[in-house]
């Protein structure tokens, strides 16, 4: 089982990304999948989960109305879609899943990590 997140990249204040998230070894739609970020000298912190079935999400407070989190069953991937950046989302990005029908903002809950992508929000 293996994850892989990518997509991260520079880009300026109020721009976007798109980070996607891989699977390899399982069905990303048998497991709930969330998006963790940590910045330098900060603790991992929960950005976005969904559950199995695509029907509910969510969100930290922090990038509610600016990132989407959205599955592509054909495509066995998770994307975080991220608008209006702002420099405090500067952080490496990382995709996890949770094998079960419901997700957690807790990073231990999850059994399966992928390597992390580079986020950084720079004029």
């Known amino acids: 089982v293996q994850l892989q997140a990518s997509g991260g990249g520079l880009v300026q204040p109020g721009g976007s990304l798109r980070l996607s998230c891989a699977a390899s070894?399982?069905?990303?739609?048998?497991?709930?999948i969330g998006w963790f970020r940590q910045a330098p000298g900060k603790e991992r912190e929960f950005v976005a989960a969904v559950n199995w079935n695509g029907d509910s999400t969510g969100y930290t407070d922090s990038v509610k109305g600016r990132f989407t989190i959205s599955r592509d069953s054909a495509k066995n991937t998770v994307s975080l879609t991220m608008n209006s950046l702002k420099p405090e989302d500067t952080a490496i990005y990382y995709c996890?899943?949770?094998?079960?029908?419901?997700?957690?903002?807790?990073?231990?809950?999850?059994?399966?990590w992928g390597q992390g992508t580079l986020v950084t929000v720079s004029s």
């Open positions: 996890a899943s949770h094998l079960g029908s419901y997700y957690y903002v807790n990073p231990h809950e999850y059994e399966y």
């Open positions: 070894g399982f069905t990303l739609d048998n497991a709930a």
